[in-house]
Structures are given as C-alpha cells and as structure tokens.
C-alpha cells in the first residue's frame, strides 16, 4: 500500500517534528491534538524547525514555507483519520493514555488505515489488540531532530502483516530516514536499549549528589568525545519524557525510579524548566555552558 494522507497523532516535540519530516516530503499530512492550546503550541515548536532545517540541511526558506503552510490541523479525531491511510501516534508515553487513543482511533478511522506508535519504550503487543487492527499495527520510533538524526526503527509484533512492515519500512525511506527493521519486539527497540540505561545512570548519579550535571556531562564528553552528555541529551529530548518514564517505574514500585521523578518534578517541570523547547532545563539556551570552548578544561 502506498500512503499518501499522514495524520499525526499527538505535536509534542516528537510529533511536530514527525508531522513536519513528513509533510517537507510531500505528504499529505494532517496534525491532530486534544485542543486548541495544544495545536497553537506544535505551530509554535514548528517555527522552530522551518529555522533548524535552513540552518542544518540547507533547505530553502520557500521549501520549510511550503511543508508548514500545506499542513492541516484539527482538534476532531474523526476528521482528522477520516481519509488517513497512515496515523502515527505520537501521544504522552503513558500506557494508559494511549489506550484510551487507540479504542477511539479505531472506531474513528477506516478500515484501510495503517496505524504506528512512535512509543519509545513501550511494545506493539501491549496496543495491538486495543487498535481493532492488530495485523496492521506496529511501531515507528524516530529519534529527536528527526531531520538530522535520521534513524527510523520499525517494529512488528506476532500478528503484523508483513506486507504492512514492508510498506512503513519503504514509507521510513521515503521521508528520508534510515530504515531499522526490527523482526522481534524489544522494549526500548535498539537505539533506546542502549541510550534509556545511560541516562538513567546519569540521574542517579545526579539525583544521588555524587556530582552535579555539568560534571557527568564533562566526564562524559572527555572520555568518550561525545558532542554532548547524557543532560545534554535530555534537554534535547525534553524532561517530560524521562518524568513520565521514571513515574510508571515509581507506580510499579521503584524506589530509585520514584526518587529521580520527584526530583525532575520539583526541581524543572514545576518551574517550566522542560529543555531546549522553554528555553532552559539542565542548561540555559540558546548559550548552553557545555559549547563553551572552555567547558572541556
């Protein structure tokens, strides 16, 4: 199947970056969110990208004018799936939330629609059932700055219909990523099996007063010539993402987990310290300390 009309589900920092990737490609592409303030926010977020992909991939200001202003937006579910050949969810990583999406999703959209989750932690099997569709559903996790960190892990369960992996594998390639067939579910895919446990390691280590951010951030980057550290990263990545992470752990009974998300709450979330997109988290943008050329000494 060939899909052409793209509905994006959720325009989080992920989502807006997906709904953006896709429609600078060519599609069709329709973002839906929960309400106004939110889809005001993803224009916003989406601003920012029309800069980031002049500054980073050299397109042309008529090129990022064209993706934005071609993009339809709504707050109605059913309008927004109504034709859709391919949603991609990109709602909060809470199991919960994205059940509740998929039981309306599936009653809202039609039987030709392929559906995908861009969850970064979470497996197809848990969803699949919820979807009314299981044979087409699976997942399509992108990393953040899609347009530079091109990776696309596509993940199928027991019951995805092989020529529907086939298709988003060949969807992934068309919107100019690299395409990472995964045949077998795994928590996490490949790219957060190995990166979910480093940044965990650097919240406990800064959660635990063993040294502050800045410091795990330098050791990280002189001993391994990484561009940037593990907070670096989450600013990237925003801090909701590792809060919501380490809360479903703390619900399940993780001590260390439940400590790490009181900390990222008290100390960012409840003082709108969210990472790059506020303005400020680990680090303070558009200056942050670690691109001082004397951070490394």
Request: cysteine-free; hydrophobic content about 40%; charged content about 25%.
């Amino acid at each position: 199947m060939e899909f052409k009309n793209v509905t994006i589900a959720g325009s989080g920092v992920l989502g807006s970056q997906i709904a953006f990737q896709v429609s600078f490609k060519g599609f069709n592409v329709t973002v839906y969110d929960i309400n106004d303030e939110a889809v005001h926010a993803a224009k916003t977020r989406m601003e920012k990208w029309q800069q980031r992909y002049q500054e980073d991939i050299n397109a042309t200001e008529a090129e990022v004018k064209e993706a934005f202003e071609s993009m339809h937006f709504s707050t109605d579910l059913k309008e927004a799936a109504a034709d859709a050949d391919l949603v991609i969810e990109a709602v909060p990583e809470n199991e919960k939330i994205k059940l509740d999406f998929y039981h309306k999703l599936a009653e809202a959209a039609p039987e030709k629609t392929v559906f995908a989750s861009n969850s970064s932690t979470m497996l197809p099997s848990q969803f699949a059932e919820a979807t009314g569709r299981s044979n087409q559903f699976l997942m399509l996790h992108f990393a953040n700055e899609i347009w530079k960190n091109n990776t696309a892990e596509i993940m199928k369960h027991e019951g995805t219909d092989m020529n529907v992996f086939d298709d988003v594998v060949a969807f992934a390639k068309q919107i100019g990523m690299v395409a990472l067939p995964i045949y077998k579910e795994q928590p996490g895919y490949i790219l957060n099996s190995l990166l979910v446990p480093f940044l965990d390691a650097a919240e406990e280590l800064l959660v635990n007063d063993v040294a502050d951010a800045e410091t795990i951030d330098k050791t990280w980057m002189v001993a391994t010539g990484a561009p940037k550290g593990p907070f670096a990263t989450l600013d990237v990545i925003g801090i909701r993402t590792p809060y919501n992470l380490s809360a479903a752990k703390a619900e399940a009974g993780d001590k260390k987990a439940e400590k790490v998300a009181a900390f990222l709450k008290e100390t960012y979330l409840d003082k709108g310290k969210f990472g790059i997109e506020s303005g400020e988290g680990f680090y303070k943008y558009p200056h942050p300390a670690f691109k001082n050329p004397d951070f490394l000494k």
